[in-house]
């Protein structure tokens, strides 16, 4: 397996709910979260400078046209459920099954109905590892219904694993244009350009997200941690600070404690 960015792309197995079928990428290093508490103030460290929240939006520049797939697109077929794979547990595959059964039940009667389609996406490619098959569904998606955030982003992340960089980056764009407070999509796009090597526009877009919902932690977490690995202590310091700020807001003991625990380490 190669040691690369890209492997923290790992989609979910099986999930129990089809409204839930969002495929999310992992951060190498494991961040802290919590409830966020709506309409708060956040607490900006004085700590080296930090940039105001409106200045960083104002110098993030994201494309008005992302470059994504835009060849015709045809109503992907129903189908079946596909036989037992010899690798897959029957325990697996009964449930798999079910969930893709009750799916198609669903598209037979209606077939503009999306989470139905997620379903089937979903286990077609972690349980049978149908890759064009899921590909063809989430594009149909995308283009039958482009507001929706979770196919744009599983075509990200497929992409990414494919190395096209180019449609990668133009499907998170569309993610974040459809939904700005999306964080995920501006750590997926982090993901993409720490793989490049282009730290400036890594660093960027994480605070792009960051601007754009300032009542969470996260972003500034995977932030502070960017800046250490390229030696940037004070950088990171202050965002650690600034991510316990908006963390305490939430009253997550533990998360709370897990950013304290890592700026006494900086001291």
């Known amino acids: 397996m190669k040691k690369r960015t890209k492997n923290i792309f790992g989609i979910l197995a099986l999930i129990a709910l089809a409204g839930a079928l969002v495929i999310f990428i992992s951060q190498s290093k494991q961040v802290p979260t919590g409830d966020a508490s709506p309409e708060v103030e956040v607490a900006v460290p004085e700590a080296e400078a930090i940039e105001s929240e409106q200045d960083v939006a104002d110098d993030v520049v ?3 046209e992302p470059v994504v797939d835009n060849t015709p697109h045809e ?7 596909p036989q037992k794979p010899g690798v897959v547990e029957l325990a697996v595959y009964n449930q798999t099954r079910e969930r893709m059964q009750e799916a198609i039940d669903l598209l ?11 379903t089937l996406a979903i286990y077609e490619y972690s349980v049978f590892k149908n890759e064009k098959r899921a590909e063809e569904i989430w594009k149909f998606i995308e283009k039958d219904r482009p507001a929706m955030i979770q196919p744009v982003v599983n075509l990200a992340q497929l992409y990414f694993r494919r190395d096209d960089f180019v449609l990668a980056e133009g499907y998170l764009r569309k993610a974040i244009a459809n939904e700005p407070k999306y964080l ?15 730290q400036d526009s890594a660093i960027d877009v994480l605070k792009q997200g960051i601007a754009a919902e300032p009542t969470e932690h996260y972003l500034n977490y995977v932030l502070a941690g960017y800046y250490l690995e390229l030696g940037k202590k ?3 310091l202050a965002q650690y600070q600034e991510a316990l700020a908006r963390a305490k807001k939430t009253s997550n003991a533990d998360v709370i ?4 625990d890592d700026i006494d380490r900086l001291k």
């Open 62 to 64: 994201v494309t008005a």
């Open 75 to 81: 109503h992907p077929l129903i189908g079946t459920v």
């Open 108 to 118: 037979n009667k209606n077939s503009r109905d999306y989470e139905a389609w997620l």
């Open 184 to 198: 995920q999509a501006y750590s997926d796009l982090y993901a993409i350009y720490k793989t490049q090597g282009k």
């Open 234 to 236: 004070s950088e990171a």
């Open 257 to 260: 404690k897990a950013i304290q």
